[in-house]
């Protein structure tokens, strides 16, 4: 037998965690349905309480429903981030980690397992956005590939953010800790340009923090295929921030748990 | 002892309780002082070109987004304390603090006590930003006095709202059972716009939400024009007598259930 097919393959590994995973997510109402259910209902808010906003001179569009179409999908993310934090966190707490230690299963399996389970919430969400916001009279101007890219840069963002959430959870250990995150997560979605487009901004303060915060990026990507069309500026933009947050987070996430599964 | 004086003991020893655990856990203040700021930074700065449209006809974005922070807070406030009383009666402390108390009621305004307590050290605090940050109070002393009689009034409806939830399910875990109505009555009001540039299904549902005349009377001693405010005296004050006698109910549902 060679050392290769000794050692199993990420791509023979990782179907199995994933399964778990998206097994798991299933089981748990409570892990789906507020992901869906309150970004709805703030969108409802919002879309009705601000569209007096589109009166406000260089506006981009006639329609606040379509311009806080992009916010549900950020909060969604942010549920993302707490899922995946969670669900390691408690992996961490019911010892089956030490167990997983004792098997010759690759770190990058167990990663990419981990996120299945966020891309599925990720998926379910995209849909039920989407078809609520084309049911309430918003339309996407980029089309139905634009619709196609705007499912794909949804789910590289609850990547991302489930990155950030696996990382909290293997660095800490800690479900309470994870969700100590989700207010901090909060924060950083509403000082974005996810209310009114940046140039609109009236507080300069406010407009800064909002330049400087990656969120508004991943907003304005998203943001950019219902109401503009095609803005491959904001797109760049979008999909290399969340990029680049995945990355980070995932290497990250792969040395705290080198650091955890340190085998004896 | 006399009677009163058993009973205000009880008062005082709860609210005491209550408060001590609060400063030598001052994480636990964190949420409720953290989300009035946060908010009031999120919504007077981010949308300040709000003010400027026609229609709008406030005289101060920020103040207009003061008095709903404000309003919430109390609300949130009153609300928050019901974690309290739920993480006791997990623990078992209500039941025996139920059991010592001659007046059982007692035990139920030492916690409201220590709810208005803690929220006027939010209310202080956010004030204090508010008009450090340059926001304009039209009002004089008076109205002003208004205004935070009107989040008095709030702070202990949803404080009894928040007591009567907790007494009849008696965990913790029913916390979004209280925070959930609270937040679907604060956020279908008129926060970011006046009722007047309202558009849609919010705008019908702003029509007939109690919470509207309290922000709206809020916002009008905060201008210093009271307008409607002893509707919005009269809606808080029947709220709270309501939710009183749902709180005392609740006190009986838990006593009997021992």
């Known amino acids: 037998m060679t050392a290769q097919a000794a050692t199993p393959t990420l791509r023979s590994q990782a179907p199995y965690l994933a399964w778990r995973s998206v097994i798991r997510t299933i089981r748990q109402p409570i892990v789906i349905v507020p992901p869906l259910v309150f970004p709805l209902f703030l969108l409802a808010i919002n879309a009705s309480g601000l569209s007096a906003a589109t009166n406000i001179p260089n506006f981009p569009t006639d329609s606040y429903l379509a311009f806080a179409l992009a916010f549900p999908f950020m909060q969604g993310s942010i549920f993302a981030t707490n899922t995946a934090g969670t669900n390691v966190a408690q992996d961490i707490g019911s010892g089956f980690f030490n167990r997983l230690a004792l098997t010759p299963m690759s770190g990058r399996s167990l990663l990419v397992g981990q996120l299945t389970g966020v891309l599925l919430i990720g998926t379910l969400q995209a849909v039920a956005f989407l078809t609520a916001g084309l049911a309430a009279g918003a339309s996407i101007q980029s089309g139905v590939l634009g619709a196609l890219v705007l499912f794909v840069l949804s789910l590289c963002i609850a990547a991302a953010f489930g990155a950030i959430g696996l990382f909290a959870g293997l660095r800490t250990g800690s479900a309470e800790a994870v969700q100590g995150l989700f207010p901090l997560m909060f924060i950083l979605l509403f000082l974005s340009s996810a209310t009114l487009p940046r140039d609109l901004i009236a507080s300069d303060w406010y407009r800064t923090v909002a330049t400087i915060n990656p969120v508004s990026y991943l907003i304005e990507g998203l943001r950019s295929l219902i109401i503009t069309g095609w803005d491959f500026e904001a797109l760049a933009l979008g999909f290399g921030v969340a990029i680049a947050i995945f990355v980070v987070a995932i290497w990250g996430s792969t040395v705290a748990l080198r650091n955890r599964m340190v085998r004896t | ?258």
Do not use: C
Request: charged share 10%; glycine share 10%.
């Open chain 2, 1 to 258: 002892m006399t009677r009163r004086a058993r009973y205000l003991a009880v008062v005082r020893t709860v609210a005491w309780r209550n408060l001590h655990s609060v400063i030598r856990a001052p994480a636990l203040l964190l949420p409720m002082l953290a989300f009035p700021l946060f908010f009031y930074m999120a919504f007077a700065g981010g949308l300040s070109a709000v003010g400027s449209l026609p229609g709008f006809d406030y005289y101060n974005y920020d103040a207009f987004q003061f008095v709903f922070v404000l309003l919430q807070s109390a609300a949130f406030g009153g609300v928050f304390i019901g974690f309290s009383i739920g993480a006791d009666f997990d623990s078992g402390f209500t039941r025996r603090l139920l059991l010592a108390a001659h007046d059982r009621s007692a035990v139920i305004v030492g916690f409201g006590v220590a709810a208005l307590i803690r929220a006027a050290f939010v209310w202080a605090v956010v004030f204090g930003i508010a008009l450090a940050t340059g926001m304009e109070v039209g009002g004089d002393g008076i109205e002003l006095a208004g205004l935070i009689g009107l989040a008095v009034i709030v702070n202990v409806a949803a404080f009894l709202f928040a007591a009567g939830m907790m007494t009849r399910l008696r965990t913790l875990q029913a916390a979004p059972a209280m925070q959930l109505p609270l937040f679907m009555i604060l956020m279908t009001a008129p926060i970011y716009v006046p009722r007047n540039l309202l558009e849609g299904w919010i705008s019908s549902v702003a029509q007939v939400n109690p919470f509207t005349a309290i922000v709206e009377a809020g916002r009008s001693l905060m201008a210093g024009d009271p307008f409607h405010v002893l509707l919005a005296f009269a809606a808080a004050a029947g709220f709270a007598a309501l939710l009183s006698i749902f709180a005392i109910r609740g006190l009986r549902k838990a006593e009997a259930a021992g």
